[in-house]
């Protein structure tokens, strides 16, 4: 809140700067013109949710239910450097960690308590051989608190561990081995919540609508978009592990999402819109 009094929406030289110009209201505004551009327009839905960032709690079902109607999904994320586009994302998993201890006094009688930074410091070093840097596998311990007061033996500590990974096979892998922690130290407890938010967006999902989007490009005379696979998620993911083919990365070109300097190209917008478009419209042509 009080950001775009600070940052207040420009545009200046072709570049439009403000709030989540390029993640994603430049996006929005493509698909809008896109759809109403569009000669198929009757056999196109569109979703704008408002929840994606903090994980889609609320409207997944929603997505899901859609989507499952749907034959096709192209997603209106930004794109990435250059306009390409995303084939693949990783899918995410979050967990928080919950270590029982017994607090005493850290001076006079330590050795009665149970020190749950100590099981705490376990449970985080076990988990570096557990990411596979060699699939793309990452398990990041991110945030951690422990104790109370500075002469106890801390009695409880909370762990967040940010999970994520190319392929459903490894997410799962990996919510196993978190459901499974077993405490280290003797009368420590350990209690995990949380699991797998999205599965991946993977590349065989999207193969298909990328050679229908590069046809358009052609058919258009504008260079065909490159591509990228992508470290984060969104609703891509949730669209392509139902079974439904999803291309992401189909909005605005910028660049620093999330970031005070955040920037669009305003001048690529009507190719985008365009290309959007046309790719609706030879999708729909298919019988």
């Known amino acids: 809140m009080g950001t775009l009094a600070e940052l207040p929406f420009s545009v200046r030289e072709g570049v439009a700067r403000g709030p989540g110009v390029f993640d994603m209201k430049a996006g929005i505004v493509q698909m809008l013109y896109a759809a109403r551009a569009s000669t198929a327009r009757d056999r196109v ?43 693949a994302r990783k899918g995410v998993a979050r967990f928080r960690v919950e ?12 050795e009665l308590g149970v020190n749950a930074t100590v099981e705490l410091a376990h449970q985080v070093l076990a988990l570096v051989p557990v990411a596979r840097a060699e699939l793309g596998t990452t398990v990041t311990p991110t945030v951690a608190a422990s104790g109370s007061t500075v002469n106890t033996v801390p009695e409880a500590a909370t762990l967040a561990v940010d999970v994520r990974a190319w392929s459903r096979a490894e997410l799962d892998r990996v919510a196993r081995y978190m459901e499974g922690l077993r405490a280290v130290l003797p009368r420590a407890e350990i209690s995990v919540s949380g699991g797998v938010n999205r599965y991946p967006l993977e590349e065989a999902m999207s193969l298909d609508l990328l050679a229908r989007v590069r046809a358009a490009a052609r058919e258009m005379g504008v260079p065909e ?7 984060g998620g969104s609703d891509g993911n949730l669209t392509a592990a139902i079974g439904i083919p999803t291309l992401d990365g189909m909005g605005a070109v910028g660049g620093h999402p999330h970031a005070r300097d955040e920037f669009v190209d305003i001048t690529s917008m009507p190719m985008r819109t365009a290309l959007l478009a046309t790719t609706i419209d030879g999708l729909c042509a298919v019988e």
């Open 225 to 231: 978009p490159e591509t990228v696979r992508s470290g």
């Open 45 to 87: 839905g569109m979703l704008l949710t408002g929840d994606e960032e903090t994980g889609s709690l609320i409207s997944r079902a929603l997505v899901e239910e859609v989507a499952a109607e749907s034959g096709a999904v192209l997603v209106g994320e930004p794109s990435a450097d250059g306009g390409a586009v995303k084939v």
């Open 99 to 110: 270590v029982g201890g017994r607090a005493a006094h850290a001076g006079l009688e330590p």
